[in-house]
């Protein structure tokens, strides 16, 4: 099984001469071509401003999603893959929940909060610069995973805010014949808030067939003082039971860094992004009502995929120190997205939360 035949440039090259390239955006909703700018001026939300340049002068270039509602983003048929995606919306960000589906499937291969979807869970900008998702001045969300499809691909975009949001964006997708072993491209959010006494924290389970785990992104705040990142990731494949067949060393380890995420300058946590592991983000505690410490880590496996044949589970601890020089399991806000492939365009996703057990607080 070619587990990851499309990142990186030159197979892509080589896999699309035959391509031809598309685009959906508020300006061109159906992708269609030649039919990109064309909304009349009385249709426009910005058709005031063009009121002097005519049509074709920025007349829609954004969406008004009402309270409530879901906006289909993209509805494309044939064969070929979502290449990347540009967007921007107004917070808050866990009430904007993006879902993809693939092959005319009727539930989600991704179903997640559009902050977490772009490692941004707490709801504040901070910048990214991993490989497969961008976040740059001043909250330009960008995705570059590989989305193939046979048949069908269609995104959409709920509102289950209050209140009416706004939202810019551009999807790019080409057709073209895929490789006969192309997988498909799924994410899953969960929250444990707060995580229950001397339980592990879930990241993925429930994923059967074949395929292999891209990576994650988790939003982590921390309900005790001192150090919090003891805790073993452990990836169950292939029917693993008590004990996993990839355990990991520690929180830090796992997420590239070590020894705390230390500055030993400064003795503060330190933060970087790297193209495949990052501690994108730390929101410190200050003022007066802001008493935790909070952690926005990726770690994407995009050149050492952990591979399936038949499931899949991945868990961490929450791990700190205690008295005595014993541990102590944190009972922290966690949340998480998990990032994979696999041959079956609609994994068992668990429910999503409720708008009040998403919310950050």
Same mark, same amino acid.
């Given at each position: 099984?070619?587990?990851?035949?499309?990142?990186?440039?030159? !197979? #892509?090259?080589?896999?699309?001469?035959?391509?031809?390239?598309?685009?959906?955006?508020?300006?061109?909703?159906?992708?269609?071509?030649?039919?990109?700018?064309?909304?009349? +001026?009385?249709?426009?939300?910005?058709?005031? $401003?063009?009121?002097? =340049?005519?049509?074709?002068?920025?007349?829609?270039?954004?969406?008004?999603?009402?309270?409530?509602?879901?906006?289909? +983003?993209?509805?494309?048929?044939?064969? %070929?893959?979502?290449? /990347?995606? &540009?967007?921007?919306?107004?917070?808050?960000?866990?009430? %904007?929940? =993006?879902?993809?589906?693939?092959?005319?499937?009727?539930?989600?291969?991704?179903?997640?909060?559009?902050?977490?979807?772009?490692?941004?869970?707490?709801?504040? @900008?901070?910048?990214?610069?991993?490989?497969?998702?961008?976040?740059?001045?001043?909250?330009?969300?960008?995705?570059?995973?590989?989305?193939?499809?046979?048949?069908?691909?269609?995104?959409?975009?709920?509102?289950?805010?209050?209140?009416?949001?706004?939202?810019?964006?551009?999807?790019?997708?080409?057709? @073209?014949? +895929?490789?006969?072993? $192309? =997988?498909?491209?799924?994410?899953?959010?969960?929250?444990?808030?707060?995580?229950?006494?001397?339980?592990?924290?879930?990241?993925?389970?429930?994923?059967?067939?074949?395929?292999?785990?891209?990576?994650?992104?988790?939003? &982590?705040?921390?309900?005790?003082?001192?150090? &919090?990142?003891?805790?073993?990731?452990?990836?169950?494949?292939?029917?693993?039971?008590?004990?996993?067949?990839?355990? #990991?060393?520690?929180?830090?380890?796992?997420? #590239? #860094?070590? @020894?705390?995420?230390?500055?030993?300058?400064?003795?503060?946590?330190?933060?970087?992004?790297?193209?495949?592991? %990052? =501690?994108?983000?730390?929101?410190?505690?200050?003022? +007066?009502?802001?008493?935790?410490?909070?952690?926005?880590? @990726?770690?994407?496996?995009?050149?050492?995929?952990?591979?399936?044949?038949?499931?899949?589970?991945?868990?961490?601890?929450?791990?700190?120190?205690?008295? !005595? %020089?014993?541990?102590?399991?944190?009972?922290?806000?966690?949340?998480?997205?998990?990032?994979?492939? /696999?041959?079956?365009?609609?994994?068992?996703?668990?429910?999503?939360?409720?708008?009040?057990?998403?919310?950050?607080?």
């Amino acid at each position: 099984m070619n587990n990851f035949p499309f990142f990186g440039p030159l !197979g #892509g090259i080589a896999l699309r001469r035959n391509a031809q390239s598309f685009s959906v955006c508020a300006e061109n909703p159906t992708g269609e071509k030649g039919k990109g700018g064309m909304a009349e +001026l009385t249709d426009g939300v910005s058709g005031a $401003a063009a009121r002097d =340049l005519g049509r074709g002068w920025k007349v829609n270039p954004y969406l008004r999603i009402p309270a409530g509602e879901t906006a289909t +983003l993209m509805d494309a048929t044939g064969q %070929g893959s979502i290449d /990347q995606i &540009w967007l921007t919306v107004s917070r808050p960000w866990r009430n %904007g929940i =993006l879902r993809f589906y693939w092959d005319g499937a009727d539930t989600p291969a991704v179903e997640c909060p559009v902050g977490d979807f772009f490692l941004s869970g707490w709801n504040e @900008y901070t910048p990214v610069r991993s490989l497969p998702v961008c976040v740059n001045p001043h909250n330009g969300f960008n995705c570059y995973w590989p989305m193939p499809f046979k048949k069908r691909a269609r995104v959409t975009f709920e509102n289950r805010s209050e209140e009416r949001c706004i939202l810019y964006y551009q999807m790019n997708y080409s057709l @073209y014949t +895929l490789p006969e072993e $192309a =997988l498909y491209f799924c994410a899953q959010f969960r929250r444990r808030n707060p995580l229950p006494y001397k339980e592990v924290y879930t990241i993925l389970d429930g994923v059967t067939g074949k395929g292999h785990f891209a990576g994650t992104y988790m939003a &982590w705040g921390v309900n005790n003082c001192g150090w &919090w990142g003891e805790g073993e990731i452990k990836f169950y494949i292939d029917g693993d039971r008590e004990f996993p067949t990839i355990c #990991g060393t520690g929180t830090e380890d796992y997420f #590239g #860094g070590a @020894y705390n995420f230390e500055n030993t300058k400064t003795h503060e946590y330190e933060e970087f992004s790297t193209p495949y592991s %990052g =501690l994108c983000q730390v929101v410190r505690p200050d003022g +007066l009502y802001r008493s935790q410490t909070r952690f926005g880590l @990726y770690r994407f496996h995009l050149t050492d995929p952990v591979c399936f044949a038949q499931n899949l589970r991945v868990t961490i601890q929450a791990l700190g120190w205690r008295s !005595g %020089g014993r541990y102590l399991p944190q009972q922290d806000d966690i949340a998480s997205v998990a990032f994979w492939y /696999q041959d079956d365009p609609a994994p068992a996703l668990p429910t999503l939360p409720t708008i009040d057990d998403m919310e950050i607080i």
